[in-house]
Every structure is written in structure tokens, then in C-alpha cells.
Nanobody, 111 residues
Framework: EVQLVESGGGLVQPGGSLRLSCTAS????????MSWLRQAPGKGLEWVSG???????TYADSMKGRFSMSRDNAKNTVYLQMNSLKPEDTGVYYC?????RGQGTQVTVSS
């Protein structure tokens, strides 16, 4: 069974930083691409970033230069480093793989 567990969300002021983590199990992590998605209040699901099995990353335009995704295959974990956060980055952040997404972690950017 694929399981994805996110952590690291919280309340941060505009301009601040957070690092999200997602620990995976139940599938061959090192050979799998991973994604981060988010859902802002009252809006649909939005793709944030992706990482291939060999570590190549891609980002949505609004996150380029501010967000950085990485992976640690020894820990079956992907990370999302988020810098220069804006109020519009508020939402629930999910990691996804193998057609499954986790339960999400809340990120709130507010002064």
C-alpha cells in the first residue's frame, strides 16, 4: 500500500521560509518520480513541483526561484524548501506519487 506522510507546515510571516517533508512507503521510492501539489482555500488542486527518479526538478512558474524540491532516497523522503513566502502561498500542501497523495500539511502565510 502506497503511503505518503507530509510534515513541516505551519504559520509563517510573509517573506519567511518553511521546509516541508514527505516520507513515502509501499513502492520503489528511488525509482519513482514525486510531486508536490497544493490547494488554496476555495480553489482547486494546483501542481507545485516535480522531481524525477534521477533528481531533475520542475516548478510551476509562480514558484520558480522561491521553491526548491529535493529527495533523499536513503530516507524515502522528498522535501520542498519554500522561501520568500507570500500570503497567496497559503494552502494545504500534498505530496503525490503512484496516483496517490498524502493527507497534506497546512501552510499559512500571514502577518
Amino acid at each position: 500500500e502506497v503511503q505518503l506522510v507530509e510534515s513541516g507546515g505551519g504559520l509563517v510571516q510573509p517573506g519567511g521560509s518553511l521546509r516541508l517533508s514527505c516520507t513515502a512507503s509501499g513502492f520503489p521510492f528511488s525509482r519513482s518520480g514525486m510531486s508536490w501539489l497544493r490547494q488554496a482555500p476555495g480553489k482547486g488542486l494546483e501542481w507545485v513541483s516535480g522531481i524525477t527518479s534521477d533528481g531533475r526538478t520542475t516548478y510551476a512558474d509562480s514558484m520558480k526561484g522561491r521553491f526548491s524540491m529535493s529527495r533523499d532516497n536513503a530516507k524515502n523522503t522528498v522535501y520542498l524548501q519554500m522561501n520568500s513566502l507570500k500570503p497567496e502561498d497559503t494552502g494545504v500542501y500534498y505530496c503525490a506519487a503512484q496516483g496517490v497523495r498524502g493527507q497534506g500539511t497546512q501552510v499559512t502565510v500571514s502577518s
